[in-house]
């Protein structure tokens, strides 16, 4: 029978126990503690050993799990200093849920099914407003790893080079097992054996048999990158590499947040070049200590606020639907368009310093400062898209004569059809086209083709 406590002998402190595992009889781990039962007659805890006495009772070993605070943890980041409550109605009133979860979905689709469960019995009891606790919610795929694998005779520490192997994947007639080994001793699939014996213990004796190369091959796949496959790739080294920013860029440009992408180190580079010609921009490499030498007061040309604006527009769209990899992309082609207009105008340069900042941070930092700004460029103003900037002054048109594409033209955008039949016979192609042959009709569609028909 259930027996509850005085509200005045709350709270109760848990007593110290010797291991956090369950019992061996399948208890939870305040099983393992000895002083945990309540004398009623006395109000004190006490040892198990006196619960057969009249007034003293066993107290609960189930206590509330961890996962409970873990499930309700983002109500009380609404009103954490609260002494009185979870959260206060006002507090709730304000904050209400949370209005994005993003997390792994093997993680997040266990804590989704707690969080909404205490999220509801919380709304039941009157201490939150809505019935759930996450407005939208995002799974990131995972970073995937190369694993590398070395071919051992089943049941024996015999190894044999993958190419050894027959079809079916045996040695001599004896099934092998593939057995992960460390990535950083295997040099694409060819295995270090000497690094492989160090490796662990058991392996210092084994048996290798490497082929006529005297090569050990591994075999490879692409599995989730886990330290228990042990393909695992630091960052930290990569970031004593390349920077952190590189490590930033690659790893957005890699695919959809969502989706699972393998990693591949290869990649790397090329996310270092990119900030290399966006830093080139700015800098000239033979300049030192002359910060943003080649950035000026000049006027920016149409070209260079077409650019500009077509990126801020992009970027501004892609970060709101959570889309990094086409934004980094949309970058790579501004500064490649940017670089071949030569241009070096504060006006362009500084917002594109301002637009790159959520994604290479310290880059954008420095960059920022040599500029001359002061305070953080992550509290500077986010650039604003014009439409203006866009608007094609020139159309290209293709010409068609005797039904065949034979030559393009640019006209102004706003042109009208004389004005564009006159500036098109006046053509040398148009005359070397046409000839002496009669001019049936002229059709002009407006920014999409001109098509003359003849006759003769």
């Known amino acids: 029978m259930p027996y509850t406590l005085p509200e005045e002998c709350l709270p109760l402190q848990l007593p110290e126990v010797s291991d956090f595992k369950p019992t061996s009889t399948g208890e939870p781990p305040l099983g393992h503690a ?39 943890y983002y109500t009380r980041y609404t009103d954490p200093h609260n002494d009185q409550a979870l959260v206060s109605k006002e507090a709730n009133d304000y904050w209400d849920n949370v209005d994005l979860y993003l997390g792994g979905s093997e993680h997040a ?10 999220n509801k019995f919380l709304k039941d009891i009157n201490v939150v407003k809505s019935e759930e606790p996450f407005k939208k919610l995002i799974n990131q795929g995972m970073i995937q790893g190369s694993s590398r694998f070395a071919a051992r005779v089943s049941g024996t520490n015999k190894f044999v080079s993958a190419d050894l192997l027959d079809a079916n994947g045996c040695y001599e007639g004896a099934s092998t097992d593939p057995i992960h ?16 014996r160090k490796w662990r213990p058991e392996f210092a004796d084994a048996e290798v048999v490497c082929n ?15 330290k228990s496959k042990y393909n695992v ?44 010609k966006f830093w080139a921009l700015f800098n000239d490499a033979n300049a030192e200590g002359n910060p943003c030498c080649k950035v000026n007061d000049a006027e920016p040309s149409a070209d260079n606020l077409k650019s500009l604006h077509k990126l801020i527009k992009k970027v501004t769209g892609d970060i709101e639907q959570f889309s990094y990899n086409t934004a980094i992309s949309a970058f790579m082609v501004a500064v490649n368009e940017l670089s ?56 290209k048109y293709p010409v068609q004569i005797g039904g065949k594409m034979r030559f393009t033209i640019d006209l102004p955008a706003d042109a009208d059809a004389d004005a564009v039949k006159a500036a098109v016979l006046a053509t040398d192609d148009a005359k070397h086209w046409i000839g002496d ?9 407006p920014k999409k083709i001109l098509n003359i028909v003849v006759k003769g």
């Open 212 to 226: 006529k190369e005297g090569k050990f091959l591994t075999t490879a796949a692409v599995e989730k990158m886990s």
């Open 109 to 118: 689709t266990g804590h989704l099914i707690y969080s909404r469960f205490w």
């Open 233 to 276: 790739v630091n960052p930290d080294d990569i970031c004593e590499k390349y920077g952190a920013d590189t490590l930033r860029i690659y790893e957005m440009f890699l695919g959809p947040i969502e989706q699972s992408k393998p990693w591949d180190t290869a990649g790397i580079d090329g996310s270092f070049r990119f900030l290399k």
């Open 34 to 72: 000895t002083k945990w039962a309540w004398d009623e007659k006395n109000r004190q805890v006490v040892d198990k050993a006196l619960i057969d006495q009249k007034t003293v009772f066993p107290l609960e070993l189930c206590t509330m799990p961890g996962f409970a605070g873990s499930s309700a």
């Open 340 to 395: 071949q207009q030569k241009c070096s105008s504060r006006a362009i340069l500084s917002q594109l310093v301002v637009l790159i900042a959520p994604f290479a941070p310290h880059i954008a930092e420095e960059l920022w400062h040599q500029l001359g700004n002061s305070g953080s460029v992550c509290d500077a103003e986010w650039p604003k898209f014009d439409e203006k900037y866009l608007v094609e002054s020139t159309v």
């Open 437 to 445: 042959k009669e001019i049936v009709k002229f059709i002009f569609v």
């Open 181 to 196: 080994v460390d990535v950083n001793f295997v040099n694409n699939l060819d295995m270090d054996v000497e690094a492989f």
